[in-house]
């Protein structure tokens, strides 16, 4: 069973940035994606980037440049770093893990940006 243990979040003023990391455990296939989503208040949970096993990236239309996912996959970590903040970004970003045999999320880490 995977487990997904998030650090990073935090308060952070407008125009700064922060780094979220996932480090995930209990990986049973190389073939997989890890994400980050996010879900802010009276707001639907929505993709920020994923990254597959192969390097392919996709991220939500709103990053416009502003963040980088990368993926160490002998540590099994995703980071993403973020740049640009702002007061729109607060929410609870949320790592993700997907292959075929695993759909796991994990608890969540907040991140407030102050205008």
């Known amino acids: 069973q995977v487990q997904l243990v998030e650090s990073g979040g935090g308060l952070v003023q407008a125009g700064g940035s922060l780094r979220l990391s996932c480090a995930a455990s209990?990986?049973?296939?190389?073939?997989?994606?890890m994400g980050w989503y996010r879900q802010a208040p009276g707001k639907q949970r929505e993709l920020v980037a994923i990254?597959?096993?192969?390097?392919?990236?996709n991220y939500g239309d709103f990053v416009k440049g502003r963040f980088t996912i990368s993926r160490d996959n002998a540590k099994s970590t995703v980071n993403l770093e973020m740049n640009s903040l702002k007061p729109g970004d607060t929410a609870v970003y949320y790592c993700?893990?997907?292959?075929?045999?695993?759909?796991?999320w994990g608890q969540g880490t907040q991140v407030t940006v102050s205008s």
């Open positions: 993700k893990f997907t292959s075929f045999s695993d759909n796991t």
């Open positions: 209990g990986i049973s296939t190389s073939l997989n994606a």
């Open positions: 990254i597959h096993s192969d390097g392919m990236t």
